[in-house]
C-alpha cells in the first residue's frame, strides 16, 4: 500500500457536498480515507473573478500505481459534473495528487509532486494540518518550511458552514 497526499477543491455549485462527494468515492475506488484535513475557505488563485474555493487534503493509502490512481480521480471527477479542465477555472470538484510516497514523475499527463503546490497556501494550510514534518522529494524542504516560505498572500481560513 503506497500513501498518497490528495487536494480537493470545489467551487460551483454546493462545495461541501462535493467535497463529501469526492471523499466516499475515493474510499470507495481509489484508497483508504486515512486522514483529512479541515475544510478551508479560500480565495482563488490565478483567476479571482468567480467564487472562493473550499479544500480539504486528504491522505490515502492505496494499492494502485500513480497513472491508475490518476485516472481513477478524474473519472470521479467526471461523475462529479467537472467538465472544465482548463486551469484555474470554476470547477465543483478539483482532485490533485500532491504526493504519492517519495515518488517524482514527470509525465505529460502526470507530474508528481505537484508542480506548483509550494505556491499556494491554499494546499500548504491543509498539508501543515496533516503532516507538517513530511519533506517534499524535490526541494527537500518539510511542508512547514515552504509554507514560512511561500508568498502567497490569498486568505485561508477554515471553513464555517
Known sequence: ???????????????L??????????????????????????????KTNQAKYLNQALIIKTDKTPFQLLKSLQH????LGRTNKHNNAARTI??????YETTVI???????PH?????????????????KSYTHPVFHKSIEELAK????T???SIFKP
Open 115 to 131: 508542480p506548483r503546490l509550494h505556491l499556494r497556501n491554499f494546499t500548504l494550510q491543509p498539508l501543515l494540518e496533516l503532516n
Open 17 to 46: 457536498k462535493f467535497l463529501l462527494l469526492a471523499r466516499y468515492f475515493i474510499q470507495q475506488k481509489a484508497g483508504e480515507v486515512v486522514q483529512n484535513s479541515a475544510v478551508y475557505e479560500t480565495a482563488p488563485w490565478g
Open 94 to 99: 478539483d482532485i490533485d495528487i500532491l504526493f
Open 154 to 156: 490569498l486568505k485561508v
Open 76 to 79: 470521479i471527477e467526471k461523475n
Open 106 to 112: 514527470q509525465a505529460k499527463n502526470l507530474i508528481i
Open 1 to 15: 500500500m503506497y500513501t498518497v497526499y490528495l487536494l480537493l477543491g470545489s467551487n460551483k455549485g454546493d462545495r
Open 149 to 152: 516560505d511561500c508568498a502567497d
